[in-house]
């Protein structure tokens, strides 16, 4: 249904049911680029009701490129979690006590990609506004979440980043990458990177003689792949230059007098490896 019901018109689209008209609505705004690329996305789940929350965990579960980074009962609780952690994508429910799921996005900084899940029909245009990639009127199936999932995955796969050929006269060869950061596509010489630091679904690129970074729509896995072996994730938030580090001080690594960046629990030990190579002493 949902292929042809998109050649409808408004007058049409009155003939079918609330849900259909919302699928509708977000269906006219979405990005669809083929790519045989599998990265994993890793989501966030927020919603109050406890069933509905296990019920969004199961259909992540039943979705090959997702990862389930944790589940919130509330937007305070999912608040707390993002100071700490990134993610890629976030389920939000819209009705919660305490901060709603409408206002609790407006409040991020740079919001990851949203799907917005709710009862309440009246809050599609609003969740248009703030730019959502989708929005699931309950209750949803599988197939309707799938979809949402589909559109995620579009969106991030959208945004890459390139090497220079290998050919003709350039002479950076794979030592250089394109990226665009607002309206530009800028050339980065791979080396001059210091460190780069993830903020929600952009990058923040901080390069040797710069003192604002590049900041461009990628995730941190299809950076990590294109980097060389002198850069190590060193955080779920940091990929870092081993050549720029100064110094490493308990479980941070001091890039200069004003830079500190920690090493998150599960890359320590790549991290210490790492530093055994190099150490020299008892």
């Given amino acids: 249904m949902r292929s042809t019901f998109r050649n409808f018109g408004f007058a049409e689209l009155t003939q079918h049911s609330e849900k259909s008209k919302y699928i ?9 680029l083929p790519t ?32 389930l980074a944790a589940q919130c009962q509330s937007a305070l609780e999912a608040r707390k979690f993002l100071e700490e952690e990134t993610v890629d994508a976030i389920f939000c429910d819209i009705n919660m006590p305490d901060l709603n799921g409408m206002d609790f996005v407006k409040s991020l900084q740079a919001p990851p990609l949203i799907v917005f899940t709710t009862a309440y029909s009246e809050y599609a245009i609003e969740g248009f506004k703030v730019n959502a990639v989708d929005y699931l009127l309950k ?3 599988l197939d309707d979440f799938r979809r949402a999932a589909n ?7 959208a945004t890459t980043t390139t090497s220079l050929p290998q050919q003709g006269g350039d002479g950076g060869g794979s030592d250089t990458i394109f990226v665009k950061t607002e309206y530009r596509i800028v050339k980065i010489t791979i080396a001059d990177i210091r460190y ?10 901080y390069l040797e003689g710069e003192d604002k970074p590049i900041i461009t729509l990628l995730s ?3 950076m990590e ?13 940091y990929i ?40 020299l002493g008892k």
């Fill in 24 to 32: 509708w609505l977000f269906s006219r705004f979405s990005v669809t």
């Fill in 240 to 279: 870092v230059n081993l050549n720029k580090i100064q110094e490493v001080n308990k479980n941070r690594i001091i890039m200069d007098e004003d830079t500190y960046l920690p090493i998150g629990d599960m890359y320590k030990e790549a991290f210490q490896s790492y530093l055994d190579t190099k150490f």
């Fill in 220 to 222: 941190m896995k299809k």
């Fill in 151 to 157: 559109r995620i995955k579009e969106r991030l796969e």
């Fill in 196 to 205: 780069i630091e993830a903020m929600s679904e952009y990058l923040k690129i």
């Fill in 36 to 67: 045989n690329r599998f990265v994993m996305i890793r989501v966030l789940a927020i919603d109050d009701e406890p069933l509905a929350l296990q019920q969004l965990a199961v259909y992540i579960g039943k979705v090959p490129f997702l990862e």
């Fill in 139 to 141: 209750p949803f199936g």
């Fill in 225 to 237: 792949d294109r980097l060389p072996d002198y850069f190590m994730r060193i955080h779920r938030s």
